[in-house]
């Protein structure tokens, strides 16, 4: 029976209304508003706080409490006046001064994903990227698509580096590495330009972007100059074998769709790709994580 208390609307009220609090996240990191109050004496009240990034103090102080909400920041009132700080995840992951601060990703996500993701029906219906809808630009050679301008190619490089600053750990702990005493991690043009000869290969988010017959192009070269009992390790976001999971990943898959030509595999469907390349031995690791890791030797 349809209600508004229905658990079944609750969630699709939820699901509806989620781009919201993405945009709220994107606009306070966008404002600067974690950074004002990171570098501030105490917590701001909110006149200060609209004044330190230059915005309207009525509309900012709907920002800051819709922040209070989804725990970004912390609120303390004094004498009828509510003054507003830095919550542990914000101090962590949003203020920029933070080693482990997440703003340029969620920026490019701003910037970038987010308007692509706005045409994920066409996407749909036409089994491709929309980078040529979105910004204008063709997507034929998918990088410089993404690297559209210098600033968007420094604002993808540093959100990249990001990432690893919570979750790199993990992925190149899960394996023994030092078997491998020369490691190499790809530059230039992988498609073209002789690799370099080593023991191991690291490529991390790389095989998500491209088409199977891409990435069996990339793989059998990669073998080729590997050294015999040389290893690859793929670092990848992992679906289950059934497909029915994980949610983010599935989520990732879509975005693979929306900005390149690749998507997100199962650990069956990198196995097949690795070892139709010539790799054998496969271990993979689920780190429970985003990431995951594979590896796999000559
Ligand atoms: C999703 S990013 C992953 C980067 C990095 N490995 C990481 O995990 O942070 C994909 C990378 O592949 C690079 N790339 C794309 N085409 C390439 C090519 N033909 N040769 C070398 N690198 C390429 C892009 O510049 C980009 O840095």
Same mark, same amino acid.
């Given at each position: 029976?349809?209600?508004?208390?229905?658990?079944?609307?609750?969630?699709?009220?939820?699901?509806?209304?989620?781009?919201?609090?993405?945009?709220?996240?994107?606009?306070?990191?966008?404002?600067?508003?974690?950074?004002?109050?990171?570098?501030?004496?105490?917590?701001?009240?909110?006149?200060?706080?609209?004044?330190?990034?230059?915005?309207?103090?009525?509309?900012?102080?709907?920002?800051?409490?819709?922040?209070?909400?989804?725990?970004?920041?912390?609120?303390?009132?004094?004498?009828?006046?509510?003054?507003?700080?830095?919550?542990?995840?914000?101090?962590?992951?949003?203020?920029?001064?933070?080693?482990?601060?997440?703003?340029?990703?969620?920026?490019?996500?701003?910037?970038?994903?987010?308007?692509?993701?706005?045409?994920?029906?066409?996407?749909?219906?036409?089994?491709?990227?929309?980078?040529?809808?979105?910004?204008?630009?063709?997507?034929?050679?998918?990088?410089?698509?993404?690297?559209?301008?210098?600033?968007?190619?420094?604002?993808?490089?540093?959100?990249?580096?990001? +990432?690893?600053?919570? $979750?790199? #750990?993990?992925? /190149?702990?899960?394996?023994?590495? &030092? =078997?491998?005493? !020369? *490691?190499?991690?790809?530059?230039?043009?992988?498609?073209?330009?002789?690799?370099?000869?080593?023991?191991?290969?690291?490529?991390?988010?790389?095989?998500?972007?491209?088409?199977?017959?891409?990435?069996?192009?990339?793989?059998?070269?990669?073998?080729?100059?590997?050294?015999?009992?040389?290893?690859?390790?793929?670092?990848?976001? +992992?679906?289950?074998? $059934?497909? #029915?999971?994980? /949610?983010?990943?599935?989520?990732? &898959? =879509?975005?693979? !769709? *929306?900005?390149?030509?690749?998507?997100?595999?199962?650990?069956?469907?990198?196995?097949?790709?690795?070892?139709?390349?010539?790799?054998?031995?496969?271990?993979?690791?689920?780190?429970?994580?985003?990431?995951?890791?594979?590896?796999?030797?000559?």
């Amino acid at each position: 029976m349809s209600s508004p208390e229905d658990p079944c609307y609750r969630l699709l009220t939820d699901y509806a209304n989620g781009f919201m609090v993405s945009q709220v996240v994107f606009a306070a990191c966008e404002l600067g508003v974690f950074d004002v109050l990171a570098e501030a004496p105490g917590p701001l009240a909110v006149a200060a706080v609209a004044a330190g990034v230059g915005a309207s103090s009525h509309a900012m102080e709907r920002l800051l409490d819709a922040c209070v909400s989804l725990k970004l920041l912390q609120v303390e009132m004094r004498g009828g006046e509510a003054f507003y700080g830095n919550t542990e995840m914000s101090r962590i992951y949003l203020s920029r001064v933070s080693p482990t601060s997440q703003c340029n990703m969620l920026l490019y996500m701003a910037k970038t994903t987010y308007h692509c993701w706005g045409r994920l029906a066409q996407a749909v219906r036409e089994g491709k990227n929309q980078y040529l809808q979105t910004f204008g630009v063709p997507a034929d050679e998918l990088f410089s698509a993404i690297y559209r301008s210098e600033g968007e190619r420094v604002q993808f490089m540093q959100a990249l580096r990001e +990432l690893w600053s919570v $979750d790199g #750990r993990s992925v /190149l702990t899960a394996f023994d590495l &030092s =078997l491998f005493p !020369l *490691v190499c991690d790809l530059g230039g043009d992988f498609f073209k330009d002789r690799l370099p000869e080593a023991d191991l290969y690291i490529l991390a988010r790389i095989l998500h972007d491209w088409a199977d017959g891409r990435c069996s192009q990339l793989l059998e070269r990669v073998y080729h100059s590997c050294k015999p009992g040389g290893g690859i390790l793929v670092i990848e976001s +992992l679906l289950d074998e $059934d497909r #029915r999971g994980p /949610l983010l990943t599935q989520l990732y &898959s =879509l975005n693979m !769709l *929306v900005q390149t030509e690749g998507q997100e595999r199962t650990p069956s469907h990198y196995r097949a790709l690795l070892s139709s390349a010539g790799f054998r031995d496969f271990q993979f690791k689920k780190t429970g994580l985003i990431y995951d890791a594979i590896l796999a030797r000559k």
